[in-house]
């Protein structure tokens, strides 16, 4: 037997090129990471935010909502995301006719539907005050360092606090620099502290998980390692000293770049989505993103003391 079904035609739907452009400039993303993350060239987003392309692949649109962390629907132009709605199986059942036979199967039921009745009612109570309880919440700060760092170059240094979601807490945090380290950006703006001091403090009210970060950096010696404390406690906290920040203390000072994880002299496509993940929700902290993708782009990089610059290898 031969097969004579005639293909459907390619799923398509409208992008609303706005929404896609500031949903990227809002996360801190370039065209070139949407790119890759789609499989598709810069010059395609880039028709695509200018509506020069205002139908695309329905694939490659669910691609790029989940680059862009978004539903597919957010990304569609208003009469579109209207009409991309799907009937559901309970919408085609109900719309048909009812058999006998069930009938009959509800008669059959329907005098065991008071009872069961009562009981959900009794039990209602039960639930509701298990799922509203109070569950006890553990506060936690943790620092995240890359693993090594250039002497006289920069790199990020992320504290990651969790608290009670719902409930505002009021946040103190000081994180002591080391002595041979410069600040060079912090964000969100520290309450005291800066670039000439050794201290950052902030005082903030929290709600749930916040992020802080600061970029920074060092002198010193090759394979010399460089040591961070400090204290993050909130109002709930009765311990007379604030706990110490969790998480990573040291890094050592060596000729690979930061963003290179495993230190072979190149940025992969893990590497860079790497940073792409764990840094772009941060505002105001320049990461030099162009210098990581041009390595990246290149086939390899090298330091060179002399500049005190990567060089990129074609």
Same mark, same amino acid.
């Given at each position: ?12 739907? #409208? ?21 890759? +993350? ?15 392309? /205002?139908?695309?692949? #329905? ?16 990304? $569609? ?5 209207? =009409?991309?709605?799907?009937?559901? /199986?309970?919408?085609?059942?109900? +719309?048909? /006719? ?12 329907? !005098?065991?539907?008071?009872?069961? $009745? ?12 298990? $799922? *509203? ?6 506060? @936690? ?12 170059? /920069?790199? !990020?240094? &992320?504290?990651?606090?969790?608290? +009670? ?18 600040? $060079? #950006? ?9 670039? #000439?001091?050794?201290? &950052? ?15 920074? @950096? ?15 406690? %909130? @109002?709930?906290?009765?311990?007379? @000293? ?13 000729? *690979? *770049?930061?963003?290179? +994880? ?6 992969? =496509?893990?590497? &860079?989505?790497? %940073? ?9 902290? =320049?990461?030099?993103? =162009? ?20 060089? &990129?290898?074609?």
């Amino acid at each position: 037997m031969t097969d004579n079904s005639i293909p459907s035609p390619m799923s398509m739907v #409208k992008v609303d090129g706005a929404k896609i452009k500031r949903l990227r400039e809002e996360q801190g993303l370039t065209q070139l990471y949407l790119a890759t +993350a789609v499989q598709v060239t810069t010059d395609t987003i880039s028709r695509w935010e200018n509506r020069r392309y /205002p139908s695309i692949k #329905k694939e490659n649109g669910l691609k790029l909502a989940e680059a862009l962390n978004v539903r597919l629907e957010d990304l $569609l132009e208003e009469e579109e995301a209207a =009409d991309n709605g799907e009937r559901t /199986p309970e919408d085609l059942s109900s +719309a048909l /006719p009812v058999k006998p036979e069930a009938k009959t199967t509800f008669q059959k039921l329907r !005098p065991f539907l008071l009872p069961a $009745l009562i009981l959900l009612g009794a039990a209602i109570p039960f639930i509701w005050y298990s $799922l *509203h309880s109070p569950a006890p919440v553990v506060f @936690s700060a943790e620092r995240i360092l890359p693993g090594h760092c250039v002497a006289g170059q /920069p790199f !990020p240094v &992320i504290i990651k606090v969790s608290g +009670a979601p719902g409930k505002s807490s009021a946040l103190i945090i000081r994180e002591n620099i080391p002595p041979n380290a410069t600040i $060079l #950006k912090i964000s969100p703006e520290a309450s005291a502290g800066g670039p #000439k001091d050794e201290t &950052i403090k902030w005082l903030r009210n929290i709600n749930g998980t916040e992020t802080f970060a600061y970029v920074i @950096s060092v002198t010193g010696k090759e394979d010399e390692g460089v040591s961070f404390i400090g204290t993050a406690a %909130v @109002s709930s906290d009765s311990d007379e @000293s604030p706990p110490p920040i969790a998480g990573d203390t040291t890094i050592a000072i060596g000729q *690979h *770049h930061w963003a290179d +994880a495993d230190k072979d002299n190149i940025i992969s =496509d893990g590497e &860079i989505l790497a %940073v792409y993940d764990r840094y772009r929700e941060i505002k105001g902290i =320049d990461l030099d993103i =162009d210098l990581i993708e041009e390595i990246w782009l290149g086939s390899g990089y090298k330091w060179n003391a002399t500049t005190a610059t990567f060089e &990129i290898l074609e």
